[in-house]
């Protein structure tokens, strides 16, 4: 495998964001970034697919948020502009499918801010949905608001952006996930939704709420590819897709640490399985986890807790069927624990045919 660092969920000036796409490119390839990913809002732009391509060491990508008010929609490998469906969120997701493409569903429970221009939060609200690929499970700027609910509290969070994503995805969304993966795939990625809006903070009228320089070293999604990057937009976005689609990725907190290096994988007999990947269940099945530094190791199933160890490393047998998926924490300065990694699920399903 593969590993490349993507940001996921990034408008530009063709919409709402406050800079170019060739101005956060430039961003990305200054901060090692190995692909951004624009979602531009689909009732600002036409989708500006002529911009996908390697710009210096970094990949561009270029799908659409798509719905104003209510159930925003990420899609991803689109070829054209979705009608918008506010109320119907589902023809939005059918559309997505038609146009063989990929969608997540995005900030599901965010909390609207005071501070904000709009003070309105952009939820999710029909979960009778069918289709979708994933869910955006950890975005920055949601859990910037959702934390900043008074002057004296973002003003704190603005000096300290980080803490604001230190106790790690929502517990809502990640139970909605959890519920999703118990009956299918469903794919969990990241992203900070950067737009540099501006905020009221006190005096500080109208200040920009934060940087592209800050946002694409926050919540990355980490993907892993069978093959290469060749610089060739056909087959290296090919390669992204497959990945996403697979659930071959995890979630990261990169503002705290460098989190390339780690993997989650389950081992039958001479074979490994990836995140993301269906395994029938049957006895012998072993997860192991590898982190780039010591950490608390913490593995789920079906949401609720498995076991946790703290180390670099960790094997375990599985005893029973479930969607077994990983957090990470590191140590605060101060002691407590801060997010840092979500995996995707291995999924090890009741079955009565072969491996």
């Known amino acids: 495998m593969y590993e490349y660092v993507g940001h996921f969920h990034v408008h530009s000036s063709d919409s709402d964001g406050a800079r170019s796409k060739e101005a956060i490119m430039h961003i990305a390839n200054r901060i090692g970034l190995d692909l951004v990913c624009f979602t531009d809002h689909a009732e600002h732009t036409d989708l500006a697919l002529d911009f996908e391509g390697w710009h210096g060491r970094t ?42 493409g990929l969608g997540f ?13 709009t003070k309105l939060a952009y939820t999710w609200n029909q979960w009778d949905v069918t289709g979708f690929t994933g869910i955006c499970i950890w975005n920055f700027m949601s859990s910037w ?4 609910q ?7 969070y603005f000096v300290r952006p980080c803490d604001a994503v230190a106790s790690g995805p929502d517990n809502e969304t990640l139970r909605a996930w959890d519920r999703a993966c118990h009956e299918r795939r469903v794919v969990g990625i990241g992203g900070s939704d950067a737009h540099e809006h501006r905020f009221a903070l006190g005096p500080l009228r ?11 070293r926050t919540i990355n999604t980490h993907l892993l590819t069978r093959e290469r990057f060749c610089s060739g937009l056909g087959h290296d976005k090919k390669l992204v897709l497959e990945a996403l689609a697979s659930g071959r990725c995890f979630v990261a907190n990169d503002c705290l640490s460098c989190s390339r290096g780690f993997r989650f994988s389950a081992v039958v007999g001479d074979r490994e399985f990836a995140m993301g990947e269906e395994i029938p269940w049957q006895r012998g099945i072993c997860l192991a986890v590898t982190c780039p530094r010591r950490a608390l190791i913490i593995v789920r199933r079906d ?5 946790r ?12 069927p479930g969607a077994y ?9 101060f002691g407590g624990k801060r997010a840092w990694i979500f995996s995707n699920p291995i999924y090890i399903r009741q079955s009565s045919g072969p491996l």
């Not at 608001?145 to 900043?148: C, E, I």
């Not at 949401?303 to 076991?307: E, L, N, P, R, S």
């Not at 998926?325 to 300065?333: A, C, K, M």
């Open 309 to 320: 160890t703290i180390g670099g490393n960790w094997t375990g047998a599985v005893h029973q």
């Open 59 to 100: 990949m561009a990508l270029v799908g659409a948020e798509v719905n104003e008010r209510f159930n925003h929609y990420l899609a991803l490998g689109i070829t054209r502009r979705l009608r918008e469906d506010t109320e119907r969120p589902q023809n939005v997701i059918d559309q997505v499918r038609e146009q063989g």
């Open 325 to 333: 998926r990983v957090e990470v924490f590191l140590g605060g300065r």
């Open 145 to 148: 608001k959702g934390r900043a």
């Open 303 to 307: 949401g609720k807790f498995y076991t």
């Open 105 to 117: 569903i995005a900030h599901p429970f965010e909390r609207a801010c005071p501070l904000s221009e």
């Open 150 to 156: 008074s002057l004296k509290s973002g003003l704190y």
């Open 206 to 216: 109208r200040l920009r709420v934060f940087p592209y320089e800050f946002l694409l």
